[in-house]
């Protein structure tokens, strides 16, 4: 079946710091791959997505790019502020199917 | 913008209580879908409807039951809950299957 592995976390950096929060999956075929973010009592967005193999997602300054070669689709942003901290979540879809990794939560301080 | 819409936001409810929770999406998709989030956890699916039929139940306890009236509209009847229901209850739809978009969420607990 399908699966979605994050980084362990959780990740506390101070702002303006540089973020990578890695992803990697396995799945039957070629699945969509996405980010969402679920900040503190809300419901998930969608962050970014790339449907096919080094397609680069971006939005508000986060990038993923999916490497079919290394089957990762890492987030990074090059300064994360205050506002970032949330949970993000790493998600692909075979046949249908979302299938989530575990969740990695982000706090930045000031 | 995509939206989803869910109401209510909180809903307290006894053990012998029926309540639902309702979902509303403008945007023409044509799958919706239930999901239960436990705090600090993934979402897990419930359940997919498609063209307004249900396409997908992940074994959940008959406790609770989707209904689709409309292609804009989808329902969580929920019934003889147990406190170990309460979550943070997703609505999300999608026009392909694949880009999945998701309201706010209800939150739900059981008493």
């Known amino acids: 079946g399908n699966s979605v592995t994050q980084m362990e976390g959780p990740v506390t950096l101070s702002e303006e710091a540089f973020l990578t929060i890695n992803c990697t999956y396995t799945a039957t075929g070629y699945p969509s791959l996405f980010w969402y973010v679920q900040y503190p009592g809300e419901g998930l967005q969608l962050l970014l997505k790339a449907t096919k193999a080094d397609d680069k997602g971006s939005n508000k300054g986060f990038e993923a790019t999916y490497r079919k070669e290394t089957t990762s689709f890492h987030l990074e942003k090059g300064s994360v502020q205050v506002s970032d901290s949330a949970v993000y979540f790493c998600g692909g879809t075979s046949y249908g199917k979302l299938t989530f990794g575990q969740g990695t939560i982000l706090t930045v301080h000031p | 913008d995509t939206e989803v819409t869910q109401t209510p936001k909180h809903l307290v409810m006894g053990m012998t209580n029926k309540k639902s929770l309702k979902c509303e999406q403008h945007?023409?998709?044509?799958?919706m879908y239930w999901y239960k989030q436990k705090a600090k956890k993934p979402p897990e699916l419930m359940f997919v409807y498609s063209y307004e039929k249900l396409s997908i139940n992940e074994s959940v306890p008959s406790r609770f039951s989707p209904e689709c009236p409309n292609s804009s509209l989808l329902n969580l009847h929920l019934h003889a809950l147990q406190p170990e229901d309460s979550a943070l209850y997703l609505c999300?739809?999608?026009?392909?299957?694949?880009?999945?978009?998701f309201g706010e969420g209800s939150w739900l607990t059981v008493v």
């Open positions: 999300a739809s999608s026009q392909d299957g694949n880009t999945i978009y």
């Open positions: 945007m023409g998709h044509r799958a």
